[in-house]
């Protein structure tokens, strides 16, 4: 389960270079084999979609840039190295699995889940001194809102039919609440001819940024760090704004104010129950900010 703005691919190329600032949620549909089948793989086998492991873990921030790099030469590479050792070490440590290297069931099991589609920040850019130890984290370099700009304004603008508007304005009126009420930012719906800091809209396949959506099952939205101001939503997925939602539906309201939160300058939180955690169950709703996306808003914006 996941979800994600339309500008021109000519003015998104300088902001793509700096990659790790596009954010997006996205299921395990990526896999193209069932990753169970992997269950106790370690270093030194070969095995028939290791490849894809690691690919996965390359998505998410976990491999170096030297994978990337050597990839293009070493494609399908099915082979169990230290790299994806440490690799699948580092990803068990941010999830608070056990840390053994192994391709175990527990973390084949998190990988399965559906969850955001933004890197992982393994870089650990939380602050420590706090009492009860954080587990937000931020971008590269820490990009916020300019003290100038704490009265925001927002709109809709979609190339693809989605949830209806009076659903999708209630869902964002109360998806911006919940940040004002622990933030100084205020949020309104921009009038007609109002130019918008934060531009909200379903699209479908490529749609001009680069990350193209991929239909029911993939990714679910994406938006970018701040300034930019980008939320985009896929137009095929399966949004449900009531209390209660289907096995297969993801909840608007929880997708809403997780984009809201990368808008604002926070990436994933390790805390299972934040709402910046970047994995969600199908079914899961989710309504409240935690105290750790609190903590990370203020940490982001102190003395405000």
């Known amino acids: 389960m996941t979800r994600n703005i339309h500008l021109s691919k000519g003015s998104l190329l300088p902001i793509l270079i700096h990659a790790l600032l596009l954010v997006s949620f996205t299921n395990a549909s990526h896999f193209s084999i069932p990753i169970q089948d992997l269950d106790g793989s370690l270093k030194g086998q070969r095995v028939r979609g290791i490849n894809e492991v690691k690919l996965y873990l ?37 999830y608070k699995l056990k840390v053994t290297g192994i391709l175990d069931s527990a973390t084949i099991k998190r990988m399965n889940v559906p969850r955001c589609g933004a890197p992982d920040n393994v870089n650990g850019l939380a602050p420590q001194e706090a ?17 100038s700009r704490r009265h925001l304004s927002y709109t809709f603008n979609s190339s693809a039919k989605g949830a209806p508007m009076s659903i999708s304005r ?34 479908r396949g490529e749609h001009g940024d680069g990350r193209p959506f991929d239909g029911n099952g993939g990714i679910l939205a994406h938006s970018f760090s701040p300034t930019i101001g980008a939320l985009h939503l896929d137009a095929d997925e399966k949004f449900n704004h009531r209390p209660k939602i289907g096995n297969n539906e993801s909840d608007y309201v929880w997708v809403a104010m997780h984009e809201i939160g990368h ?42």
Request: glycine content about 6%; proline content about 4%.
């Open 58 to 94: 390359n998505r998410f921030g976990y491999m170096g840039s030297e994978f990337a790099e050597k990839h293009s030469l070493q494609n399908n590479s099915d082979h169990f190295d230290k790299n994806l050792e440490t690799a699948i070490k580092e990803y068990q440590k941010y």
């Open 131 to 147: 009492a009860v130890k954080p587990q937000y984290h931020f971008f590269p370099k820490k990009p916020v809102w300019p003290r």
């Open 170 to 203: 209630g869902v964002f009126a109360y998806a911006f609440k919940k940040w004002e009420e622990v933030t100084k930012f205020k949020f309104h719906e921009a009038s007609r001819g109002e130019k918008a800091d934060v531009v909200i809209g379903f699209h």
């Open 263 to 304: 808008i604002l300058g926070l990436t994933h939180s390790s805390e299972e129950k934040a709402i910046m955690f970047a994995y969600v169950e199908d079914g899961l709703t989710r309504r409240a900010l935690h105290q750790d996306d609190i903590m990370g808003i203020h940490a982001l914006y102190p003395h405000e």
